[in-house]
């Protein structure tokens, strides 16, 4: 087989391997960028087999977006000169192979940046998937999920879950671009983007996660009864949410510093905003008996001011007082190390090998957890109410007078942007706009109360009594049964005012660390 980097370097060697700067390096990647589009548009026209469309394509798609977007940020001219020729490159052979009805990665092996297109918002969403130099698609493979953690990414992820943690003085977003050679490992590896670098794995980071492995099982022999799930901090959050939830899907999840409480992060004064019980309810603690046929490798320093290492104590008892601490259940606390107890936890990629030899309890479940009740909410780090923890329409009402509709619109804009670092694009819409499409599939997020919104003077189950609203505003999420499944969150007002109480829904991820509030009702006022 042909690792990924021996052709990026072959076709670098054919494009010039020189690094070049200034007008000639500018010429060179337009023509190299050029023929990589046209080989891809050709590739795309001949692409019959499914997997070839819905994920080889999009994945060479993925390649030559990631050399646009490094073109638009170079911060060490001959590095990223070079990823941006050898992307382009690897992009045209790949093509070719495409459209002659091969799919060029069933023979590469090392690191590869793939990616899927989401349906509901047009994004190409990217993974890194590290193939074994000995991969043989005759025979199944253990496959180790490895989730990242805030401000890191699925490249800076996948490095780090192999044990290779940034060099002195080298940022994340660097260590990112910094390629090193990844250590064998006898495993497939894969590293989703999640959505983003600070989103969450509840809600659309979650579906992101789960819809990667779909992929990677499709276009590659995964064994079934391997598949494990890690993560550190934010990732290790999301070891506990998705594989707590999915016991019929892993043999194994070893979360590292990992959130478990998010009653925690609320602050005092917002306590009034949420269901503690209930969110209590939906937590990694509350559901740790779904681990009851799975191994779980828990690790966290004593010493970490970000996670508090009691996070991991408290699952910790909970399994001692289950029997099952020292059995299925193991705990390794890491005594004078603070929130990176990542760097002992994957040293020398020895955590990957022992994952890849785990095999599912034959007693283990075939099917996943019930489901949280309907309208609650998964919590995280960033949890959202449950009409935006799914594809979702931001819809401001129209139907009165300029300035409320102007606070309508600007609210609606305010709540769509969900900060940096976030790979989502929210639609916004006016409520005269939204066709019966959108209604079918996507949950709405309504700004506005009626009757300035139409759409929530149309909603089929009624709102709480609030008349007359003046200026006051209200919170509700409620059914939409007009579209089967779906929620409707209604942020109610009719004047500028009354606007303004509603505007601390709309914050960014990397302001507020705590769940959305998890309420079904609530009313704002001065």
Known sequence: MLAFGELAARGTERAGAAPATGEVATLREEAVAAIARARLRAARAAANAEVLREVTLPSLERLIEDADLRRASITVPARDLDFIRKSFETARVFADRVAAGEDPYRTTTGEVVKAYRADWDGTLQPYALYVPPGYDPRKPWPLVIALHGAFSDHRHNLRRV???????????????????????????????????????????????????????????????????????????????????????????????????????????????????PLLDSLSPLAIAENAAHLQVLIFHGDKDPTVPVADSRRMADRYRALGWLGKNVRYTEYPGVGHAAWGPAYK??????????????????????????????????????????????????????????????????????????????FSVKADREVTPEDRARLNLVLVGAAPLNRLVHDLPVPLPDVHPLGDRAYRAVVPDSRSVGRFALVLGALTPRGFTHLRRFAYHNTDVEAPESNRSFLLLAD
Not at 165 to 179: C, F, I, K, L, V
Not at 203 to 228: C, F, K, Q, T, W
Not at 350 to 377: C, E, F, S, V, Y
Request: charged share 20%; glycine share 12%; with cysteine.
């Open 348 to 425: 020398d990629a020895a955590l990957l090998r022992t994952l890849a030899a785990i095999k599912r309890d034959p007693a283990g479940p075939r099917t996943a957890a019930p489901a949280p009740p309907p309208g609650a909410a998964i919590p995280g780090r960033h949890g959202k109410s449950v009409p935006r923890q799914s594809p979702h329409l931001y819809v401001y009402g129209t139907n009165g007078p300029p300035d409320a509709v102007a606070a309508a619109r600007a609210l609606a804009t305010a709540l769509a942007d969900w900060g940096p670092m976030i790979g989502v694009r």
């Open 162 to 276: 192999f044990g290779l943690d940034n060099r002195p003085g080298e940022t994340d977003a660097e260590a990112s671009r910094n390629e090193l050679p990844l250590p064998d490992v006898p495993a497939l590896v894969v590293s989703p983007y999640a959505r983003g670098e600070f989103m969450g794995y509840d809600g659309l980071g979650g579906e992101d996660v789960m819809r990667v492995i779909a992929d990677v099982r499709r276009a590659y022999h995964v064994d079934p009864e391997r598949i494990s799930l890690t993560g550190p901090s934010m990732g290790g959050g999301g070891t506990w949410q998705i594989g707590l939830r999915h016991p019929e899907l892993f043999a194994a999840l070893a979360p590292v510093c990992g959130i478990t409480d998010y009653r925690r992060m609320i602050r005092p004064a917002d306590a009034v905003l949420y269901d503690l």
